[in-house]
């Protein structure tokens, strides 16, 4: 059974940072691209960043040069760096394949960016 965990969300300042976590169970992360996704309120879940297995990176315009998406395969686990963070990233945070599996949906982790 496959089973996605996030973490690393809080509260932060306008400006500030936060690393996400992304934990997997399974041979998920060794044969699949894998995604950060958001879902704001009153929003759609979107795309945040993507990471290829081979390491090849994208990601939405407005996270470009403020984000950073990686792995780690061995770990099973994917990382969100998140800097200079703004009031519109506020949302619940989320990974999944990518593209997503709809059953490998998790609970997120929560991310509040106000002073």
């Known amino acids: 059974q496959v089973q996605l965990v996030e973490s690393g969300g809080g509260l932060v300042q306008p400006g500030g940072s936060l690393r996400l976590s992304c934990e997997a169970s399974?041979?998920?992360?060794?044969?699949?691209?894998m995604g950060w996704y958001r879902r704001a309120p009153g929003k759609q879940r979107e795309l945040v960043a993507s990471?290829?297995?081979?390491?090849?990176?994208n990601y939405v315009d407005s996270a470009k040069g403020r984000f950073t998406i990686s792995r780690d395969n061995a770990k099973n686990t994917m990382y969100l760096q998140m800097d200079s963070l703004k009031p519109e990233d506020a949302a619940v945070y989320y990974c999944?394949?990518?593209?997503?599996?709809?059953?490998?949906w998790g609970q997120g982790t929560q991310v509040t960016v106000s002073s």
């Open positions: 990471i290829s297995t081979r390491g090849n990176t």
């Open positions: 399974g041979s998920i992360f060794r044969f699949n691209a």
């Open positions: 999944n394949t990518y593209p997503p599996v709809l059953s490998y």
